[in-house]
């Protein structure tokens, strides 16, 4: 008997039982529908965060106050440290002290709202250097002008603002050399930038950025940073800046003892790490979850199989009578097996694919995300091979049995 | 050479300590194209000599040589290759597989031969064609009667052309009519075709279509004789 006989004679088989064939692979179909689904969404999460840090720029380096955050209880620590202040700029920016940093600027977050003539708009207020910013995130005014360290020197009430700023505050009008009200201080719009979207952290569209000298003492009446933003010569230099940072601030903290470091670094490569490494958790995770189902799946098909053997024993000692050996039985009863659940993993792909399509609509739609819908073809192959595999595992057993029936015990079988 | 030939055969079921002998010295040979009738009580050991003859069951004691070589030089193997090329199987209960067409089940025995694809339809609708039944090869076995399934059997038994076709009370479950169709197709088969036959029955008149009677009790042979004056269920038939 060729394989392709074995093949058909099993679809023959499966045929003419189909309801109990549709009922067995409902396990093997869950099982790989959420294999999909998560692969799916677990690479369009990646690709969603990849991107987001992506605009961050692999030659950045971003210096926060207080503790790393390494659960949510550590966040608020770091919201309000204010270990960050002027002098450690100035140590900074030293040459000697970090040789191959080219740009830095601290960079604060304004609390609030911003109106015009009666129109209220809540837009992410920043104080920063804005010749920095444009370098670090490639924006560029295309009105107006920018401000420079003289405005960021003389404490100058100035803005720049975004695209959806101008449209919510003035209808589209001509914004700049307008004043608009920060926290009841009158800034004149001197530039408007480019319509950019989402870089990094930032939406460039929906932001007010003012000189950080004039965020920290009018707006928010401190004198610490929120966080410091350095550019080095080169992704190449991050490692070694890294250090150099971090040894430059302890010596202005006067910290003996990295454990008890006040301020933390965040690199790309550090963020990209980070992420890969909890969505690697994750996914192994749901991956057992998955394995459980699969293992689940092929015991309900072994079962079945088991019942089918029992009640085909005619059948088989029949076949066994003109002339079908113990592997053709064999093969006849695996192949049943196989094809079930290939043919469920097929249809989980399917369903799989179809959820995930969904979930990338909601998530873009409702949430707004910038998700993109991604369909690892990887998964389609795993998903086929590994039902494939639950059927050749849980079915051999079943088809032993089948093989080993002798024809005449199956043939006087009442 | 005889065809089939057995010396002092035994067979005795084991069930645990329960010891129950079903066959004791039985001895006799068939030559190829001899039409054999077997007769005997219920529970006298027919079909468990039938199933040893046809490869299905081994034996406990005594020797079988079938084509000259004994059943114990066969491999598995080789066993399901002889079942599948020279011998062909009719049994009472049709063993007919369901919600599978009359072609279908009749190209059964081709799957496991070397009889290559393309010839296996028409080899399959030729036997349809010699039982009679080319105008229900599309049926499937609920719709048949019991002389029409009985039928499809016959033709599934001798697709493969064996030498030797064993059938085990082929009449047993039909109406006097069906069985004397039933008879004609394999009186005919023994006499044109020259296949050699086995047949079980209980009934004498139906047993002297054949050459030869063996009769058996308790697991012995009572008796073998030739049938002097044989039915011939053709004649009656076309009639
Ligand atoms: N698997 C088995 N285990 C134990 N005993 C068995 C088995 N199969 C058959 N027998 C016994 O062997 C004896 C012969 O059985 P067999 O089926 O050959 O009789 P038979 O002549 O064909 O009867 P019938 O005319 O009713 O078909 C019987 O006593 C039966 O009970
Ligand atoms: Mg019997």
């Known amino acids: ?414 | 050479m005889p065809l089939i030939e057995v010396t002092d055969l035994q067979k005795i079921y084991k069930d645990g300590e329960v010891k129950t002998p079903a066959l004791r010295d039985i001895s006799f040979s068939v030559k190829e194209g001899e039409f054999v009738a077997i007769m005997g009580p219920s529970g006298s050991g027919k079909s468990t000599l039938l199933h040893i003859l046809g490869f299905l069951d081994r034996h406990s004691g005594g020797t079988y040589r079938f084509n000259g070589k004994t059943i114990d030089d066969y491999t598995d193997e080789e066993l399901a290759c002889v079942r599948n090329e020279k011998m062909g199987f009719v049994f009472q209960s049709f063993n007919l597989l369901p919600k599978t067409t009359v072609l279908e089940n009749v190209k059964l025995p081709l799957l496991y031969s070397l009889v290559p694809h393309s010839k296996r339809e028409e080899v399959a609708r030729r036997a349809i064609e010699s039982v009679g039944l080319s105008h229900r090869i599309y049926h499937e076995p609920s719709q048949l009667s019991g002389g029409e399934k009985q039928r499809v059997a016959i033709a599934r038994a001798l697709v493969n052309k064996p030498n030797v076709i064993f059938a085990d009370e082929p009449t047993g479950n039909l109406d006097s009519e069906s069985g004397k169709k039933i008879m004609e197709i394999i009186q005919r088969l023994n006499e044109e075709e020259g296949h050699t036959i086995f047949l079980i029955t209980h009934e004498t008149y139906t047993a002297e279509h054949a050459e030869r009677i063996i009769k058996i009790k308790d697991g012995a042979i009572e008796s073998d004789v030739k049938v002097h004056h044989r039915h011939n269920a053709r004649e009656k038939f076309s009639k």
């Not at chain 1, 294999?35 to 210096?63: D, H, R, Y």
């Open chain 1, 1 to 414: 008997m060729t394989l392709k006989d074995s093949f058909i004679t099993a679809l023959g088989g499966l045929k003419t039982h189909k309801s109990r064939s549709g009922l067995t692979i409902l396990g093997i179909v869950i099982g790989i529908t959420a294999i999909i689904l998560m692969m799916s969404i677990g690479n369009g999460a990646e690709q969603l965060i990849l991107n987001e840090i992506g605009g961050l720029g692999a030659e950045t380096i971003v210096v926060r106050p207080g503790k790393e955050p390494t659960g949510p209880s550590d966040l608020g620590e770091t919201l309000f440290a204010d270990s960050l202040k002027r002098k450690d700029l100035e140590a900074l920016k030293r040459k000697g002290n970090v040789p191959y940093l080219r740009e830095i600027m601290p960079a604060l977050l304004v609390p609030g709202s911003v109106s015009y003539e009666g129109e209220t708009y809540r837009p992410t207020i920043m104080g920063g250097s804005f010749e920095i910013m444009s370098a670090t995130f490639n924006v560029y005014v295309t009105k107006g002008t920018a401000f420079t360290e003289t405005e960021i020197n003389q404490n100058a009430s100035v803005a720049i603002i975004g695209s959806k700023v101008v449209q919510e505050l003035f209808g589209g009008g001509d914004a700049v050399g307008e004043f608009i009200k920060i926290k009841d201080r009158k800034f004149r719009v001197i530039g408007v930038l480019e319509p950019k979207g989402q870089a990094a952290f930032f939406n460039f569209d929906e932001i007010v950025i003012v000189p950080y000298t004039t965020a920290q003492l009018y707006l928010l009446g401190i004198d610490y940073f929120h966080e410091i933003i350095i550019k080095t010569e080169g992704p190449e230099f991050v490692a070694r800046s890294v250090a150099d940072i971090e040894r430059t601030l302890r010596e202005s903290h006067s910290i003996e003892n990295s454990k008890d470091d006040d301020f933390f670094l965040v690199t790309q490569q550090g963020v990209v790490k980070q992420v890969q490494t909890i969505l690697g958790a994750l996914t192994a995770f749901l991956s057992s979850v998955v394995a459980i189902a699969l293992v689940v799946g092929g015991i309900g098909v072994m079962n079945i199989m088991l019942v089918s053997v029992t009640e085909r024993t005619k059948e088989i000692g029949l076949r066994k009578a003109i002339g079908a050996t113990e592997k053709d039985i064999l093969r006849q009863f695996l192949f049943e097996a196989v094809i079930l659940t290939a043919f469920g993993g097929i249809i989980g792909i399917v369903l799989g694919g179809v959820l995930s399509l969904l979930a990338s609509i909601l998530l873009t739609q409702v949430l707004e995300l910038k998700w993109v819908f991604s369909f690892p073809l990887m998964a389609v192959f795993l998903g086929i091979s590994m039902s494939a595999v639950v059927g050749l595992i849980f079915g051999i057993y079943p088809a032993r049995i089948a093989a080993r029936k002798s024809p005449i015990e199956a043939l006087r079988y009442e």
